[in-house]
């Protein structure tokens, strides 16, 4: 079983869309959490980092449900330019932040 | 441009062949990560630098790999006797100490013929 389960779409939705992604991982110990975005042959950005409370960042928004180890992630009102791989991210701080990726969804926005 | 710095951008060698790549990582940041990332895949971790000091490596990483960081600032990659299955985009991260974001290289794209 991987650390970081993503389902790897794609997702194909029409711009304005609501679109949500999820992910589960397996290490309890996990202490960060973060999704990452990733453009066709660029490098990985930090999109937003994810806390039990929640947390939103306009359009998007990121929650996290430490029982039952499972982070999502809400797009609304879905923009062309937010077509991208969208990589959930685990950090492990075994005294340094060492980050396991999922193997990221794809999402295809169309006009 | 005060980000991190990879060279170079690809890298085509033959089987057999040993390859070098350089990091830069932004300049205050003392600490420094190798990752490999093989199509459909998220990256995977390889090492870790603080400074000069290389305090984690990945089982990934054979001993055909070394990586280096002399004066705690940039960083080489070497790979010998490539296989073709070292054809990966290899990513390179830094990150201030305690902080929990890393920011990334732009990669250099292997391919081993």
């Known amino acids: 079983r991987k650390e970081v389960e993503q389902d790897p779409g794609p997702f194909n939705v029409p711009e304005g869309a609501t679109v949500a992604f999820n992910c589960t991982y397996s290490?309890?110990?996990?202490?960060?959490f973060f999704w990452y975005r990733q453009d066709c042959r660029k490098e990985p950005k930090l999109l937003m980092s994810?806390?039990?409370s929640g947390n939103e960042d306009g359009r998007f928004t990121a929650q996290l449900n430490r029982a039952s180890q499972y982070i999502s992630l809400l797009i609304r009102d879905s923009k062309l330019s937010d077509s991208a791989t969208y990589l959930c991210?685990?950090?492990?701080?075994?005294?340094?932040?060492?980050?396991?990726f999922g193997t990221g969804t794809r999402l295809l926005v169309s006009p | 441009d005060t980000g991190v710095s990879q060279n170079p951008r690809h890298k085509i060698t033959k089987r057999g062949q040993n390859v070098t790549f350089r990091c830069d990582p932004i300049?205050?940041?003392?600490?420094l990560y190798w990752y490999r990332q093989t199509l459909g895949q998220g990256p995977e971790f390889l090492t870790y630098?603080?400074?000069?000091?290389?305090?984690?490596k990945s089982r990934l990483l054979s001993d055909r790999f070394s990586a280096e960081r002399p004066k705690g600032s940039f960083s080489t990659l070497e790979i010998q006797r490539t296989e073709q299955g070292d054809s990966a985009m290899y990513l390179c991260?830094?990150?201030?100490?305690?902080?929990?974001?890393?920011?990334f290289g732009s990669g250099t794209q292997l391919s081993v013929l």
């Open positions: 300049s205050e940041h003392n600490r």
């Open positions: 991210v685990v950090g492990q701080n075994t005294g340094f932040q060492k980050l396991v």
């Open positions: 991260a830094s990150s201030l100490e305690h902080d929990e974001k890393l920011f």
């Open positions: 630098f603080q400074n000069e000091a290389q305090l984690e």
């Open positions: 290490n309890s110990a996990s202490q960060s």
């Open positions: 994810v806390y039990s």
